[in-house]
């Protein structure tokens, strides 16, 4: 007869780990059994390399879809990785079961295909709301039954209200005999799902039943190949039913997995975080503190020394503060400690736990405030431990080329958040720029652009660096374009420039190719965009596709790209939105006057870089736009201010345009719409030119009340894109003119009358008075 050890545990408990380690040590057994997909045993041996340092996770995707795919995170103190590691280094056999992942994820993609197949029923409206169609209220629906959460049960039943703190003091505290532990453990386990109320095809009751079968499916083959003794390490829930005494018959769990459909999977390690195995990032089986627990399973030795726990803890602590120039004496740590280890007495706690030791750490070394302790909770609480995997791990080849490129330009990942600020000038940190735009176009977000401070020029670029687990996965999905980041990021791009639904779109692609230094992505871009182009009748997205056109000619020359078909395309772009402009603005309502004046800008903009460009065609078409009054005023007045920035009208004629679209036959709010055209972005005309100011002052003044409301939205609108000292300058001005409006042009004095007060005052001066 063979021995069946079940230590079911918490999935990256601490104390659940050296438990394990304790249980196995003392089993000795010929085979350990974890619970995990089979396909891992393919890079168990892996788990043998000195490199291999926790946090690490299995990933295991399918072959055709690698976006179909699951993490088996696992850190030093994960049991899992504690069973790997002792049967690797003492030549024990060690295997993963559970359902394999090539049935799970092919019984997804038949669920999801069968969801989509089949559209929700919907049933009849009831004739009134609230009743059915019989005028019968509802029957209630009872609420569906849930799968227990046998951790809460047994803390409520110890009369805890948080299950990890019970986990904590019944478990990861307590050093009695491990197999007595996990034996407790088990039985308890089995009461809580013997009152599981679910019906047998509850979705979960169905997918756990799999798993559950497959296991004993396993473990019944192991158990017939003759060993001694068995060591099956698997999470808490699962181990009552993988105990041969409660077994079903053999053909039931048969009946359960035959004909499940496969699909094609691979599998390898990846570095993980400390972070992501937190039970806020949404992982499941994840933890509060990943931390804390790591110092746990590190310094805990036995029940007698648990002082030291805390001591190391809490200078770890002060350590911390003491890097940011925060006072943390010796003598606060030893204060510290002696609060944390009465707390926890207070408290009936077996030893101090995080709770105390952050409760004190707070009071003593905190001064009471929990802004350093919040310091101290992302550092060590929760930590940036970024795993690493052996260069004989399996990956793809794309994988591989990224791994190179990082060693290349020192630009290695990490899971704390950085700040990298690059020199365009420098040729290494140029290639670093264009590295990180080219994962951006691969979805493989490791960087994202941030704001480069004081400087304005275009040298430099900052980025913010994170490197998250799943970028592990998004770059196994991007291989399918190449086997280099260069040849796939331009698939990609040619890909995405098929699927373009918009200029503004394909314009946005080739800026972002002209970043990456995409040569043969912009060759792509540029097809499809010239195609785009000529069947384009819109005129608004043709002016919205010349400022990324421009762009990229003026740039590409510096960044050695040939620019010869852009410019082909930007130069019919220009001619086609001018021809169509003029009748593109006539009869547009607010909302569409408002889209094409940003498209008008942002054109102005564009055709600015190039200065070689002939824009006779484009002044003409704003001319056109601006002397016709069948055009929204929004629209015209920009026009207008264009043309006058161009120097193709003066000062003069904008008066006498001004003066027309005030006067009092033009319908308030469409003066106001060209005024707002007109003033958009700077006050350099109403500060400088006082008669525009005094057009526009009086016809202020003279808009009647009853349309002053709907005006006064817009003029506020404008007037506030001004800088304060401008318009404190405008109000100024105004206040001037006012005051002198209201002093009499011309005065006359009788200085005959005045003769007698002269003469005395010249008197007194010693002065002649003359007549």
């Not at 627990?293 to 030291?308: E, I, K, M, P, V």
């Amino acid at each position: 007869m063979t021995d069946v050890h079940v230590l079911g545990i918490r999935h990256h408990g601490p104390g659940s780990a050296r438990s394990v380690a304790e249980a196995l040590a003392s089993i000795r057994p010929d085979l350990v059994l974890v619970e995990g997909p089979p396909e891992i045993e393919q890079v168990l041996p892996l788990v043998a390399d000195a490199s291999m340092t926790p946090p690490v996770a299995a990933l295991i995707y399918a072959a055709d879809q690698p976006r179909l795919a699951s993490f088996y995170p696992l850190a030093d103190f994960s049991p899992e990785w504690v069973a790997m590691r002792w049967a690797v280094s003492t030549g024990i056999p060690v295997r993963t079961i559970d359902l394999p992942a090539a049935n799970s994820f092919a019984l997804q993609v038949a669920a999801a295909s069968a969801a989509s197949a089949s559209p929700p029923e919907t049933p009849d409206e009831p004739d009134t709301p609230g009743e059915d169609a019989a005028g019968e209220e509802p029957e209630p629906v009872a609420p569906e039954p849930y799968r227990p959460d046998a951790i809460s049960m047994l803390a409520q039943a110890a009369g805890y209200s948080d299950a990890e703190r019970w986990w904590e003091d019944a478990v990861e505290h307590r050093n009695a005999s491990p197999i007595d532990r996990f034996a407790a453990i088990s039985d308890a386990i089995a009461e809580i799902r013997a009152g599981d109320v679910r019906p047998a095809g509850h979705p979960d009751v169905v997918e756990n039943g799999r798993r559950e079968a497959a296991m004993r499916r396993q473990l019944r083959a192991a158990m017939r190949e003759g060993h001694a003794s068995i060591a099956v390490v698997c999470g808490a829930y699962h181990s009552p039913a993988l105990v041969p005494a409660n077994f079903p018959p053999a053909s039931t769990d048969n009946k359960l997995l035959t004909g499940l459909p496969k699909t094609k999977v691979a599998v390898t390690w990846v570095p993980w975080t400390s972070d992501r195995l937190r039970l806020q990032t949404g992982y499941g089986a994840g933890v509060t503190a990943p931390g804390w627990y790591q110092h746990l399973f590190a310094h805990w030795s036995s029940r007698d020394h648990t002082a030291d726990v805390a001591t190391t803890w809490l200078v770890r602590v002060a350590q911390t503060l003491r890097r940011e120039d925060l006072d943390a004496s010796t003598a606060s740590v030893v204060e510290a400690s002696r609060m944390a280890g009465a707390l926890a007495t207070l408290r009936g706690r077996p030893s101090p736990g995080l709770t105390e030791l952050d409760d004190a750490a707070q009071a003593v070394l905190c001064d009471g405030s929990r802004v350093p302790l919040a310091l101290v909770h992302r550092e060590l609480t929760v930590g940036y431990e970024l795993g690493s995997v052996p260069e004989s791990a399996p990956t793809v080849p794309l994988a591989a080329d990224l791994a190179a490129i990082q060693r290349r330009l020192r630009l290695q990942p990490s899971a704390m958040e950085e700040i990298l600020t690059i020199d365009l000038r420098k040729p290494n940190q140029l290639a670093r720029s264009v590295l990180l735009h080219r994962l951006a176009l691969l979805g493989v977000n490791w960087g994202t652009a941030s704001d480069t401070g004081r400087t304005t020029g275009t040298f430099k670029e900052a980025w913010s660096l994170l490197w998250r687990p799943e970028l592990a996965l998004a770059v196994v999905d991007a291989s399918r374009y190449g086997t280099t980041i260069a040849a796939a990021a331009a698939a990609c791009v040619a890909e995405r420039a098929q699927g373009a639904g918009s200029l503004a779109d394909l314009s946005d692609l080739l800026a972002a190719c002209l970043l990456a230094d995409l040569p043969d992505g912009i060759s792509a871009v540029v097809s499809v965009l010239g195609e785009q182009t000529a069947a384009q009748q819109d005129v608004a997205p043709l002016l919205e596709t010349i400022a990324p056109l421009a762009r990229t000619c003026r740039y590409g020359n510096v960044r050695g790209v040939d620019v010869t078909g852009v410019q082909g395309i930007l130069n019919a772009t220009v001619v086609r939105a001018c021809v169509g402009l003029p009748t593109a603005c006539a009869g547009l309502d607010d909302e569409a006057a408002a889209a094409m004046r940003r498209a008008i800008n942002s054109a102005q903009h564009g055709l600015s870089l190039l200065p070689e460009l002939p824009l006779d065609d484009w002044h003409a078409a704003l001319a056109a736009v601006a002397g016709s009054d069948r055009i929204h005023g929004s629209v015209a007045g920009r026009a207008t201010r264009l043309l006058l920035e161009a120097g193709l009208v003066d000062r003069d004629e904008v008066a006498a345009r001004l003066s027309r679209r005030l006067s009092i036959a033009t319908p308030a709010p469409e003066a106001a719409a060209w005024l707002d055209g007109l003033l958009s972005g700077d006050a350099v005309l109403l500060v400088h030119d006082r008669r525009l100011l005094q057009i526009v002052d009086d016809w202020v003044a003279g808009v009647h009340d009853e349309v002053f409301d709907d005006v006064l939205p817009l003029l506020r609108r404008t007037f506030s894109l001004f800088s304060p000292p401008e318009r404190r300058e405008i109000g100024e001005q105004v206040s001037r003119d006012s005051e002198l409006a209201q002093t009499p042009t011309a005065m006359t004095f009788d200085l005959s009358g005045a003769g007698p007060a002269i003469r005395v005052m010249a008197r007194y001066l010693g002065w002649e008075a003359k007549s």
